[in-house]
C-alpha cells in the first residue's frame, strides 16, 4: 500500500508553460481513483512527477511520507521499483517473448532465475496470460498486449499502480476487463491511479474521481457519489 500526497505543487517547464498548477489532493493507502480531464490537462505530467521522471517546480510530492524532491540519483531505482506503470502504447519489445518482456525489470533488478521464474509466470498467470508465454507481443491482440504491460508493472509487486490512458485504445468490452484486473490488485491493498478521459467507463464504476482542467484541480467526486 502506498500514500501519495501533492502538496501545492506545480510544474513549469522552459518557454513559460505551466503543465501544472497549485495542486493539491492525496490517494490514500489501498484506494483506487481516476484521475480525468482533457488532452493537455496535466495528467501525464502529474503521473511522471510520482514516478520521478520529472520533479515539481514548487511544491512537494510525498509518497509514504517521503519527498521525493530529496531523494538521490542512488535512491531513485528504488522509488520507482515500488511503483508499476501503465502505458497507453504498452511499450512492449515485439523481438522478446512475453514471459521476457515481463522479466525485463527483475532481470534489471539483478534477481536470480529462480525467482525471476517465480514472480514472472505468477504476474502472467494473473492477467490470463501464462500459456502464452512463449509467443511474441505481436502475434497477441491489443487487450492481450495491455495485459503483458499490466503483468509487467506487477511483477515487483509495487505498492503503487499508475496507469497512464490504459484503455485508450480498447472497445468498452476489452476496457472493462483491464478496468477489472486493476480492481483486483486494488482488492489485494494496492493503491491504483488511473488517468482517463475514457468518460462512459469511468462514470459506471463506482470509484473516486479527480478532475484537471488546464493544470488546475477542477473537482474531485468521492466513491460512491456522481
Known amino acids: ?16 508553460h505551466h503543465a501544472l498548477s497549485g495542486v493539491n489532493f492525496e490517494i490514500n493507502q489501498g484506494e483506487i481513483a481516476f484521475l480525468t480531464g482533457h488532452s493537455g490537462a496535466g ?4 503521473l511522471k512527477l510520482i ?15 517521503v519527498n521525493l524532491s530529496r531523494l538521490g540519483n542512488s535512491q531513485i531505482p528504488y522509488h ?3 511503483v508499476g506503470v501503465v502505458f497507453q502504447n ?23 532465475s529462480r525467482d525471476l521464474e517465480r ?12 500459456k502464452k508465454e512463449k509467443q511474441s507481443p505481436i502475434e497477441l491482440s491489443g487487450g492481450e498486449q495491455q495485459r503483458i504491460g499490466i503483468a509487467r508493472a506487477v511483477v515487483n509487486k509495487p505498492s503503487l499502480i499508475l496507469a497512464d ?10 476496457s472493462a476487463e483491464i478496468m477489472r484486473l486493476f480492481e483486483q490488485f486494488n482488492d489485494v491493498g494496492v493503491s491504483v491511479l488511473i ?15 479527480i478532475g484537471l482542467k488546464d493544470g488546475r484541480l477542477l473537482n474531485e467526486r468521492p466513491a460512491g457519489g456522481l
Open 119 to 130: 514472480r514472472v509466470r505468477a504476474a502472467l498467470d494473473k492477467v490470463g496470460l501464462l
Open 80 to 82: 520507482r521499483r515500488r
Open 165 to 174: 490512458e490504459p484503455t485508450g485504445n480498447l472497445d468498452p468490452t476489452l
Open 195 to 209: 488517468a482517463s478521459h475514457d468518460l462512459p467507463l469511468i462514470d459506471r464504476l463506482d470509484h473516486r474521481v
Open 43 to 46: 495528467k501525464s505530467t502529474l
Open 51 to 65: 514516478m520521478l521522471m520529472e520533479k515539481a517546480t514548487q511544491g512537494q510530492v510525498l509518497v509514504d511520507g
Open 90 to 112: 504498452h511499450q512492449l519489445l515485439f523481438d522478446r517473448s512475453v514471459f521476457e518482456n515481463v522479466a525485463l525489470p527483475l532481470r534489471i533488478s539483478g534477481y536470480s
Open 1 to 16: 500500500m502506498a500514500h501519495v500526497r501533492f502538496d501545492n505543487v506545480s510544474k513549469s517547464y522552459p518557454g513559460g
